[in-house]
Each structure stands twice: as structure tokens, then as C-alpha cells.
């Protein structure tokens, strides 16, 4: 004779269709997963070699700076020899003026044209020296010139390495939540007809 309120139901196995599908679409979180971090490391990848090409600009940049102010002190030592030089014609003028004087009425002598060559020669010393420094002076603010547009490089790709790295962190975040949320779905769920744990159900139970 059968007594009545017999046990709790076996739980029905699971469909093998349904963990096909179950394991399908795991695999696809996976799939996802592995792309967005493929994507954070190439966006990585861009921001590192944006960094890198900073840091080779900087350092040109620096020796462009060095060269400019290496110009500038060599066109300042050029331009320091002129007062001496006129100093020195200063000093063939008064000559000039002395030996005109001494010998006024009569023909120029030679002593008076080799003064006023040496003139010539102190007057042409000063301007070559002009020159040298204005062109020392011209390439220095070329290369600065230069320096400024590679500033603009630098700032370029600054923006470029932050928005990369922006790109990379955003990337990275979406992998981590939907990481998160794959393995709370891969996690082994309870059964319908387990029975739940002892501090749940009051402890055991004694019979009467």
C-alpha cells in the first residue's frame, strides 16, 4: 500500500540543447571579452609610441635650443671685437689729421695713404664682422624657428596619446564589467529541489 505525501520530485536533467546554448553564448562573452582587450592594447600600443616620438622630439628640440644660443654667443663675441677696432680708427684718424697738417700745402705723402689704407682695412673689418654675426644671428633664429614647429608636433601628439590612452581605459573598463558579469552567468547554479542549507532551515530536524 503506497503512503501518501511521498518525497520531493528528482529535478528533470538539463536539456542538452539548452547548455549548448548556454555554453554558445558563454563563449561568445569570452569572444567579446578577449576583443575589447585586444582593442585596449592596441589603443595602448598607439599611446606609448605617441610618447615616444615626444620624447624624441623634446630631445631635439633641446639640441635645436643649444645650437641657437651657441650662435648667439659666437655672434656676441664677434660683435665684442668691433669697439677695439674703432677704437684703433679713431687713433689712424687723429695720424690722418697729424701728419695732413704737417704736411698742408704740399702733396699727399705716402705715410698719409698708408694711414688711410689702414682705415680701409679697420672700416672693412668691422662690417665682415657685422655680417659674420648677422648671419650667425640668422641661423640661430632659424633653428628656433624650427624648435617652435616641433613644439606644435609635440602638443599634436600629446592630445593624440591622451585620447589613446582614454580609449585604452574605456576599452578596458567595458572588459572588466562584462568579465565580471560572465563569470557570475558561469557560475553553477543550485538545484530547483536541493534543499537549503541547515542555519536556513532552522537546523535539522529531530524525530518526534
Known amino acids: 500500500m503506497a503512503t501518501g505525501g511521498g518525497g520531493p520530485a528528482e529535478p528533470s536533467p538539463p536539456s542538452p540543447w539548452a547548455a549548448a546554448r548556454r555554453s554558445r553564448f558563454l ?11 585586444e582593442l585596449a592594447a592596441r589603443h595602448d600600443r598607439e599611446a606609448a609610441r605617441a610618447q615616444q616620438r615626444i620624447s624624441r622630439l623634446n630631445t631635439k628640440i633641446e639640441k635645436l635650443r643649444h645650437q641657437a644660443t651657441v650662435l648667439r654667443e659666437k655672434g656676441q663675441r664677434v660683435l665684442a671685437d668691433i669697439p677695439a677696432i674703432e677704437q684703433e680708427m679713431r687713433q689712424h684718424e687723429r695720424d690722418i689729421a ?17 694711414l688711410h689704407y689702414r682705415m680701409r ?3 672693412q673689418k668691422v662690417v665682415d664682422r657685422q655680417h659674420r654675426a648677422r648671419a650667425l644671428e640668422l641661423r640661430a633664429a632659424v633653428k628656433t624657428q624650427k624648435t617652435q614647429e616641433l613644439k606644435v608636433k609635440v ?3 600629446q592630445e593624440a596619446a591622451h585620447l589613446a590612452e582614454q ?4 576599452y578596458r573598463q567595458r572588459a572588466d564589467r562584462l568579465q565580471l558579469v560572465a563569470e557570475q552567468d558561469a557560475a553553477p547554479a543550485a538545484p530547483a529541489g536541493a534543499p537549503p542549507p541547515a542555519s536556513a532551515a532552522g537546523g535539522p530536524v529531530r524525530p518526534p
Open 155 to 157: 602638443d599634436r601628439y
Open 121 to 123: 682695412k679697420l672700416q
Open 98 to 114: 697729424t701728419a695732413t697738417a704737417r704736411h698742408a700745402g704740399g702733396g699727399i705723402t705716402s705715410d698719409v695713404t698708408s
Open 27 to 37: 563563449g561568445q562573452q569570452y569572444g567579446d571579452i578577449t576583443k575589447l582587450r
Open 167 to 170: 580609449e585604452a581605459a574605456a
